[in-house]
Structure formats: C-alpha cells, structure tokens
C-alpha cells in the first residue's frame, strides 16, 4: 500500500476519536450540567435554573454538532477553549501535565531499557534464550500493585522517597520504577527472542574466526534484530505516557493521564479533549520517529530487496517448566472451584493464610482462594479471547502496512481508561464493555510487528528467486510468508497476554469492567489495594496468578515450539 494510504487512515481515525470524545456526553446519556454542576459546587442543588444557567454558559443547547464545530474553529486559532469546570485556558493544563507525563515516561523508560539489558545479556554466552518464563512474569507484574508496594516500603516504612506528588527527580523514581519493570520485562523478552537466530548466521561465526570480539559481534548482533521491534520501543514510550492512570493515581503525579480521567470524569469536555489530542498527536510522532530509524537501521537492504532473514531458532525448553506452572495453577484453581467466593464472615476479616483459609480472607471476610479459583475462568477466559482476536486482527493488518501504520499510532496512543469511559458510555460498565474496549486498543503492538516482518520478508532475497522460478503467489504466502511472520507475532502476542489480564484489571480498578461482588481477578487488586499493608496476601495471590499465567504461556508456547521443530527435522531426516 502507498504510503498516502497511511497519512489519511491516520487523519480519518484522528477525526473519528475526536468526533467520539466530543460527543462523550450524549453518548453517556448524562446531563452534561449536571455533571459539570456538580464539579463546579458538589453543595449547590441541582434546580431547573441552575441547570438551565449551566446550558447556556457552556452553550450546550445547540447541540454536539455545534460544539465540534466550535471546537475545531478554536483548534485552527491555536485555542483548545476553557475548562467548562475552572474556567481556565486548557491549552496550559494539558501542556503542564504532558509535560509532567514525559519526563515520567523518560525515567520509565530508562528503568526498562536497564532491566531489557539484563535480561537480553546472558543471550549472547549462551547462544539461545532462555524459556521467557521470568520475563513473562516480570511483565505481568501489576504496575498499580507494584507502585503501591514501592509507596509503602521506600515511601512510608524506610522514608527514603516521596509518596505523593511531582517535586523533583526524587518524585518519580518510584513511578518509573512501577511502570518500567513491566515494559522492560516484555521489551527484554522481545529482543532475547529474535536475538538467538541471529546467532547462528553465517556472518557470527566468519567474525568470531577473524577475531572480532564478542562484545562488537553481540552490538552488531543486536542491531540486526533490532529493525522490526523499533515500533515497539515507540509503541512503548507512548504507552508509558497515556497509559500511567493507576500509577499516576497513586501517586498524586499531575500527569496527563491523570489530568484525562478526571476531565472525563467531570465531563469537563474542552480538557478531555485537549489531553486526547495531545496523546494522539504524541502517537503520530513516535510512530513517525520509529518508522525513520527503522528505515536508518535497514539501510538500503530493504529498497534493493537484499535482507536475509534469521532462520526460527526455538529456546530449548525443559517440559518441567510449563508442567510445573500448569500443575501449580490447575492445583490452586480446582481447590478454589470447591469453595464458596460469595461467603462473607465478618469474624474473620483480613485473616493470615491457615488451614481453613489457605490463602486468608479480604475485607469481608470471603475466601480469597475461592474468589480466586472462581475468578480465574472470566480473567484468563477474556484475556485469551481478547489476545486471539488481536493475533488475527494484527495477521491481517499485517498485509496491510498502510492501514496498519496509520490506525495502528491512534489507537495505541489512546490510554485504556478513555477507551474503556466511551464504551461505557455507550454500553455501561461491565466485564464485557472492558474486554471490547481492551480489544479495541491492543492490536498495536501486534500490527506493528506483524507489517515490520512482513516487509522484510518480501524485500528478502529468498521471495525474490522464488518469483523468478515461478512459485504461485498462494505457495509464497502459505509456505514462506505465514511462517516467518506468524510464529515471532504469536509469541508476542503470548508476552502481552498478562498485560491485556493487567489492562481489563485495571479498568475494573477504575469501576469500569465487571463489578463487584464478581471474583475477577482485577477486582481482587482492587479490593485489596486498601488494606494491602495489612493483608498483603489479599493481592499478592492475585499477582502471583497472574505472573503464573505469563509464564505458563510462554514457557509452554515455546516448548511446543521447540517439540514440533525437532518432529520436522526426524520426519526430514527420514525422508
């Protein structure tokens, strides 16, 4: 596809986000007055007059149209209009809190590409990765969860940091480090995955009989593999910026996050759309950034159809490892299925791991290894769904590098919580309105790499003596394309199976997915993030489940790789 094709699906979903969030109100079925009213002055009482005083001062009686109209007019002067709560200009409010966002996301950021380095750097002693299994987990550790843990140990108990606000450097070492173990757990995982193929390429072992050291034949080893998860390092950054809402809650960081969810909240219409463009416009230029250094990395390999891909090269895998974490699991899951999650005995609140509770209680006194048993088919249920239907959806887009790139920078600059606040509006909260709007917003990352690999394996040198022989097109695509790209996508979309679990928690955090008293693991957080102190095994179990997960995932998708390569090369060899 031309690359005009990308510049317009880009501005087409820019328009249509937009259109969305200005029609937030009505799509919500809400009063806008009354919300705006009661953001305004939570004592005054809502009368006829005070409401009709409310509609014309922020001109709501001509209607959504008229605002979008407004709106834009304003956009075109530079103006992103006045806070319909404050009264103050949006423009400086949405710089100051992306302002605030970007250094976070910076310091996050440095946090993950530290922790990625650790995990990628026994790779190249080794020559093959390990089976992912910790990095899955460190990915699918709760950043909301961690920032709680980091407030209470270095914040309250030891003294060492700030607990709440943005004074300084000191403020945002704990946040980066809350929302950089998990992006540097998936992002780490990412580059040890591709790296071992390349390895094993011809070049590797010409350098090392030459001489060259082994820590410039791991650089250039690197910046080989590096090429087509460059739109996930951006896709990251991005994320790390919008995406901070719990982190940034919990904390009291002015972020822009932040700064969205409460004007959503408040139907405070002019900031909530100001700090959505900022976050798309953010979006564009990463993607745009991530695009020219790909193309830098590439070099004119990819224009002269020259590139040579890294052969599949499976991690070797142990069968105890996913056996024992499927074991665990399956154990922990069948015990809690024979218990009651329902049950409240106030007598018991809060109590300590025993025989009677195996895992303790929560605030009310329920079982928490029941609510875990129950909760475990609607958390892991939904998050597979959602990660399938983004395996196919990315497949797809793959094919189509311009849709992909232009949609794909949009709906991955948009944070879940505002996603997940428009499909409420029109659907209400619930786990099904979460799954749909974490389906909406997860395919990023996935396309992304998907049209990287594609490209680079129709600009291979292979495909090209493949045409010149006569291959037909469906033998090219069936025999040569699908398999170079499907396998890394499907371990990819493995990796982020934990974080779409971490994301539907996270709106059921923020009252928007299932709702209580359902045991979903994301409301198990939840619940227990009041009194985690207290009861830390109230939502460490929940954690561990999920940290469980990832790495049952990962462990057992690469070990069935492995088996089935090693089945191919008999059958090969037979022949």
């Known amino acids: ?76 002067r530079g103006d992103l209009g006045t806070s319909w709560v404050s009264g103050a200009d949006v423009g400086p409010s949405v710089l100051a809190g992306l302002q605030v ?75 980066a480090v809350a929302l950089g173990v998990p992006a540097g757990g998936l992002l780490g995982r990412l580059v040890a995955d591709a790296l071992p193929a390349v390895l094993e390429e011809r070049w590797v072992e010409l350098w090392r009989g030459a001489g060259v050291s ?40 002015p972020g822009i996050g932040r700064t969205a969810l409460g004007a959503a909240k408040s139907q405070d219409l002019p900031l909530l759309q100001g700090t959505v463009l900022a976050l798309l416009l953010l979006g564009l230029v990463a993607g745009a950034l991530s695009t020219l250094v790909r193309r830098r990395l590439l070099g004119p390999a990819l224009r002269d159809a020259s590139l040579a891909l890294p052969p599949p090269l499976p991690a070797r895998v142990r069968p105890a490892v996913p056996l024992s974490l499927a074991a665990l699991l399956t154990t922990v899951v069948g015990w809690g299925l024979l218990r009651d999650p329902y049950a409240v005995d106030t007598a018991v609140r809060l ?39 983004g395996l196919l959806l990315s497949l797809t887009l793959g094919f189509l590098p311009g849709v992909a790139a232009g949609a794909a920078d949009i709906a991955n600059a948009l944070p879940p919580v505002i996603v997940g606040i428009l499909v409420a509006a029109v659907s209400g909260p619930g786990a099904g309105g979460a799954a749909l709007a974490v389906a909406l917003i997860s395919w990023p990352p996935l396309a992304a790499h998907a049209a990287a690999l594609v490209q680079e394996v129709r600009a291979s040198g292979f495909l090209t003596a493949q045409r010149a022989i006569g291959a037909p097109p469906s033998w090219i ?31 059921g955090f923020l009252g928007l997915g ?31 489940a999920l940290a469980l997960l990832a790495g049952l995932a990962v462990s057992g998708a690469a070990y069935a ?15």
């Open 1 to 76: 596809m031309k690359p005009p094709a990308a510049g317009l699906t880009r501005s087409l979903s820019l328009l249509a986000v937009l259109a969305a969030v200005g029609l937030l109100p009505w799509l919500s079925g809400r009063d806008p007055a009354l919300s705006v009213l009661r953001a305004r002055s939570a004592e005054q009482e809502p009368t006829r007059e005070a409401l009709d005083a409310v509609r014309r001062d922020l001109g709501l009686d001509g209607g959504p149209l008229s605002l979008l109209g407004g709106w834009a007019a304003g956009l075109v």
């Open 101 to 175: 966002s970007l250094a976070l996301m910076g310091a996050a950021l440095g946090v993950a590409v530290l922790l990625g380095v650790t995990l990628v750097a026994p790779v190249p002693v080794r020559g093959r990765a390990s089976a992912g299994a910790g990095a899955a987990m460190l990915a699918a550790v709760p950043e909301f969860l961690l920032a709680t843990v980091g407030l209470l140990v270095c914040g309250v108990w030891l003294g060492w940091l700030p607990t709440s606000g943005w004074e300084g450097p000191s403020s945002m070492v704990l946040p």
């Open 214 to 253: 082994r820590a410039r034949i791991s650089a250039a080893a690197v910046r080989r593999v590096l090429p087509p998860l460059v739109p996930q390092f951006g896709m990251a950054a991005v994320g790390l910026t919008g995406g901070a809402v719990a982190v940034e809650t919990v904390f009291a960081v």
């Open 351 to 389: 109590a300590p791991p025993s025989w009677a509770h195996p895992l303790g209680t929560d605030g009310l006194g329920r079982d928490v290894l029941a609510r875990l048993g129950h909760g475990a088919a609607s958390t892991a249920g939904t998050a597979v769904a959602v990660c399938l239907l």
């Open 477 to 507: 695509l069936t025999r040569h394309v699908l398999p170079a790209v499907a396998a890394p996508v499907a371990r990819h979309a493995l990796l982020r199976l934990p974080g779409i679990a971490l994301a539907l928690a996270s709106l």
């Open 514 to 544: 299932a709702q209580p008293p359902a045991p979903e693991w994301g409301l198990l957080l939840d619940e227990s993030r009041a009194y985690v102190e207290r009861a830390p095994w109230a939502a460490l179990s929940p954690a561990i």
């Open 561 to 575: 790789q492995g088996v089935t390569r090693t089945t191919g090369r008999r059958r090969d060899l037979e022949a």
